[in-house]
């Protein structure tokens, strides 16, 4: 295991997009995804084959780390590292300390459409827009 994938990233006052670039490098190693970071930052997560449960644990644990809320599919947003490590430092550098809860965007779950979906639905649903394209969404 990678160590440096469960160090926290530094200060907000430090985010940057180059280190929170490197952190998600780290957290991408050590689940075996590095040998894509190697062509580019700009590559999407949907060609490196990031899941759905990999997508959902890469923004819980980058939103841990940096201390900015991130919804679920924060990977489908930002569909590949550098525009993710763009916003986590943009959104970072405009946090002010008393609105940290409302800088996230709008949880999909919040969202009446997605209401009636279990979390295999929805983790289903976040792994066929990651996917690459042709993959169709089989509904339950």
Known sequence: ????????????????????????????????????????????????????????????ELSHA??????ATIAWQYPTPATLAGYIADAAASRQPDDAVHTAPPAVTDNPAFQHLDEQAMADLLESLLSPAGKALQVR
């Open 66 to 71: 940096s201390k900015v809320p991130l919804d």
């Open 1 to 60: 295991m990678n160590t440096f994938a469960m160090a926290p990233l530094p200060a907000l006052s430090a985010l940057t997009q180059t280190t929170v670039s490197e952190w998600i490098s780290y957290w991408l190693a050590e689940r075996d995804y590095d040998e894509y970071l190697s062509i580019c930052a700009d590559t999407p997560f949907s060609e490196m084959g990031l899941s759905s449960i990999d997508a959902v644990e890469l923004a819980t």
